[in-house]
């Protein structure tokens, strides 16, 4: 593993991942970080998988990204000018590289490229074939460190629904609760096909790295030294405290496109150590909270939701570390 690979943090909504983000972007010493960026394309541009915005042409053109394919997203992520000789890192959101509710995948136009083995349609020629889950080339994803970062989906659901309702969805533009946006079953098919694919794990020389946001937020400064163990750089824990001149810009920058998605991370100024351990509810207490705060439909939303991305999490979660074995 080169340790100037790219690292790509990939996970799904609500996971905690833009305060872990901000862990390192306080590393501009050696960081070039780069905040959700095929987002730009899964929504907006003429290749764009979501249907969330396809009837909204003004919209995706006050977003500024109406014209952004994924290859100008890859461009733009290759582009030594950009990262200035610095490792660049990447917190992305897996489902903006898969097409929406299971849908087979076909390479992106702009990505299409025979010579790399990669078929348009997104099988690899290989015996038995191997379909590629993603519409990004393998040749493309072999040119990251790919981590994977994870909450329950009982923390990370209702969340989300949060930001798609009166009062937020005024400042997020989301306006409907989505299912097919929770995350889980397409970062579940990214990582098994990296990993059959040898991208991560066994000989690749990339170690397979899963964080829990719940570890995250009980242990930072030990699963933040241990994810930097994994993909080769150095840990210190000023990193857990931000909120200087320059750095606060640099996120209010970089979250603007998101606008009330990142409001806690922008306020905070460190990742600090719950003082107590985040209690588990029955199903009938979170039954009760999220009636409480979102009414019948959204409690039964947020429900089938929660229930129908459980399998993946703890899927997942079996290759997270186990929280004893940190030091």
Known sequence: MSPSKPIFVATHPRACSTAFERVFMTRRDILHCVHEPFGDAFYFGPERLSQRYENDEKARNESGFANITYKDVMDSLMDPSKSQGKRVFIKDIAHYLFPPDGQEASIAPSLRNLSDGTMPNGVSR?????????????????????????????????????????????????????????????????????????????????????????????????????????????????MLEWGDEEGQKLAVDAFEKWNGFHDDAISSTALRPREHAKKIPTEEEEDEEWRQKYGEEGQRAIRACVNENVDDYLYLKSFAKDPKSFA
């Open 126 to 238: 290989r015996d038995p074939p191997l379909r590629n889950p993603t519409v990004v080339p393998l040749s493309l994803l072999r040119k990251f460190h790919f981590t994977f970062l994870i909450r329950h989906p009982r923390r990370a659901i209702p969340s989300y629904y949060r930001c798609t309702i009166p009062p937020l969805s005024a400042k997020t533009g989301f306006h409907s609760f989505m299912p097919s946006e929770a995350g889980y079953d397409e970062l579940r098919r990214l990582f098994d096909y990296l990993s059959a694919e040898g991208v991560i794990g066994g000989s690749s020389g990339v170690k397979i790295t899963v964080v829990d946001a719940d570890d995250l937020l009980d242990r930072p400064a030990e699963v933040i030294r241990a994810f930097c163990e994994d993909v080769g750089i150095d840990y210190h824990d000023g």
